[in-house]
């Protein structure tokens, strides 16, 4: 079991960045593949950015390819969300999760709380 707790949300202008980190505790994230999922109001919950266990393997939404990486520290049971130029359909509250492997990223064992991002125009 995993318990996956996400900070780094806020208010952000149009064009600016933030950065949203997932503390995992409990059995380490370096088990899991581990990714963010977003929802925004009235729409559904769709995954954002997923990576490997190793940190080696990538994949992200094409509506946020070149502006969003992510990244972990395994040392740490961190992971990251680097968002940058973000605009105002990127509010939405985000939600990290943990999956057994990246392949099985769109069910997820496990889910954080939530950490909610608005961009203001």
């Known amino acids: 079991q995993v318990q996956l707790v996400e900070s780094g949300g806020g208010l952000v202008q149009a064009g600016g960045s933030l950065r949203l980190s997932c503390a995992a505790s409990g059995r380490t994230s370096r088990s899991y593949a581990m990714g963010w999922f977003r929802q925004a109001p009235g729409k559904e919950r769709e995954i954002v950015a997923a990576?490997?266990?190793?940190?080696?393997?990538?994949t992200y939404a094409d509506s946020v390819k070149g502006r969003f990486t992510i990244s972990r520290d395994n040392a740490k049971n961190t992971v990251y969300l680097q968002m940058n130029s973000l605009k105002p359909e990127d509010t939405a509250d985000y939600y990290c999760?943990?999956?057994?492997?990246?392949?099985?990223?769109?069910?997820?064992?496990?889910w954080g709380q939530g950490t909610q991002v608005t961009v203001s125009s």
């Open positions: 990576i490997s266990r190793s940190g080696f393997s990538t």
């Open positions: 999760a943990a999956s057994a492997n990246i392949a099985a990223m769109q069910t997820p064992d496990h």
